[in-house]
């Protein structure tokens, strides 16, 4: 017998070789045919985009297989007790199989979740949203959603039970698959019923008030409308986008600010979702500076053209005096800076608060607009004075279990932040969502900040 094994090893070693050779060619074919059809930054991005496709792919591979053993696949029972115990416990596999034909419809309805979850990100790329999300898109990032949710809840009742046998208390406190599964599946259905509701249902208008160091008391009282994270693109559309502006402008802001995430893709393809901001009413204009999504979108320098043709002030690490309207004698400034990470595509972006705070001076409060929490904690411990910095980015969590990661991977991570004697830090929880529809212990929110004098 040893023989045939080795053999068998041997046979196996060489188609895994083969496999990871193969896959090693299709990847440096494809960083050479994005190098041959981009130059510069474009490529940088470009590659950027497909290294996190490959990523999540893989990753996606590896935990469906994991997911689709969970689902699917009997667990051997194993027992001490004589074979006449065991054939009245567990019977033979002939009458297990009790329904063939809704074995077979579970195990296809749980390969196209996991396909359709698997293709999402592809897809969404492919089919950006128009006045509504294509329903092959929104029915995808919703599979990837309830991957997510079915993990998070999965999980644990694994690690608990890994747990118990190291005890030795697994026989102690068993526990039957069949009701694991339907736990697990009726809890997942559950939170991503409500999830898609919560979604579906839009922002809501959250209120703050925030005393401002510096702030003349011509201005107290002054309304700012903060909007982050919108994402249009794969599931977002212009519908969703005219819905936003109508809020808004029922609110009669001051001043509107845009912090960041506002796109997913190029001009040519969101154009039209992107007009609704024309029709925004607000004293003293609307203004953007960018999120990381912008720099994954592709030629940022297109959108601060095209957005300055809505009537949207681009603040590419700028800063500009909102002048008081009756006595333009008070005034502060509204600075925005890139995104920390807009670095990685070169030429002239990158976080940069030397650039974006060139010719202020210290007498005059200063509200800065900066998308990732990491960029208002390098604000904050900067030699600079800051006021009050409006991030977003978090989009507080989004779903369950994502809520937990990205807590503990943020300095700050949603609300508001008093982080000095005269400084705060308001974090958006996201005007809509990135990806999957879904929306669990988060809320979307419009918010609508009154500016006190301190």
């Known amino acids: 017998m040893a023989a045939p094994m080795t053999h068998r090893k041997i046979s196996d070693y060489n188609s895994y070789v083969m496999k990871v050779f193969i896959a090693l060619f299709l990847y440096f074919a494809v960083i050479l045919l994005i190098y041959q059809s981009t130059s510069g930054s474009e490529f940088r991005r470009a590659l950027q985009i497909f290294h996190f496709i490959v990523f999540v792919q893989v990753i996606l591979t590896v935990l469906s297989r994991y997911l689709w053993n969970q689902l699917t696949k009997p667990t051997q029972q194993h027992s001490s007790s004589s074979p006449v115990q065991n054939h009245k416990k567990y019977p033979d596999a002939q009458q297990q199989v009790t329904a063939p034909i809704a074995l077979l419809t579970w195990r296809i309805l749980v390969f196209t979740f996991l396909v359709l979850a698997q293709i999402s990100l592809g897809i969404g790329r492919l089919l950006p949203a128009q006045t509504t999300p294509y329903t092959i898109v929104y029915i995808s990032y919703s599979c990837l959603g309830v991957y997510a949710i079915l993990l998070g809840v999965l999980l644990p009742i694994e690690l608990t039970g890994f747990m118990l046998i190291k005890l030795g208390l697994s026989t102690k406190v068993p526990l039957i698959k069949g009701f694991k599964l339907f736990a697990v599946v009726t809890v997942t259905i559950a939170l991503t019923i409500h999830g898609l509701y919560k979604a579906s249902d839009g922002p809501v208008v959250m209120r703050v008030q925030i005393p401002v160091h510096k702030l003349p008391e011509s201005f107290h009282g002054t309304k700012v409308v903060q909007l982050s ?25 001051d001043l509107v600010v845009i912090t960041g995430d506002l796109v997913e893709a190029s001009v040519d393809a969101l154009a039209a979702l992107v007009e609704p901001l024309q029709n925004v009413k607000s004293k003293y204009g609307s203004y953007f500076s960018t999120g990381n999504h912008e720099y994954h979108a592709g030629n940022v320098d297109a959108w601060f053209s095209h957005l300055e043709y809505l009537g949207v002030h681009c603040l590419h690490n700028k800063h500009v005096q909102i002048k008081h309207k009756t006595d333009p ?6 600075a925005g800076t890139d995104d ?23 007498d005059h409060a200063v509200i ?40 503990l991977m943020n300095p700050f991570y949603a609300g508001l932040y008093h982080v000095s004697q005269h400084a705060y830090v308001y974090v958006s929880s996201g005007t809509w969502y990135y990806g999957p529809p879904i929306r669990i212990l988060s809320t979307p929110e419009i918010t609508l900040i009154t500016l006190l004098a301190h």
């Open 229 to 253: 994270d919108i994402h249009l693109g794969p599931t977002v559309g212009r519908r969703q986008m005219e819905q936003v502006v109508a809020k808004v402008n029922e609110l009669r802001p």
């Open 329 to 334: 004698s008070d005034w502060f400034y509204l």
């Open 340 to 362: 920390w990470h807009a670095y990685m595509i070169g030429g002239d972006h990158g976080f940069d608060l030397d650039k974006t705070m060139s010719g202020t001076d210290a």
């Open 368 to 407: 800065l607009m900066a998308h990732q929490p990491y960029a208002a904690k390098a604000a904050l411990d900067s030699k600079y004075d800051f006021s009050l910095i409006l991030s977003g980015h978090t989009h507080g969590g989004q779903f369950f279990p994502m809520n937990i990661f990205i807590y």
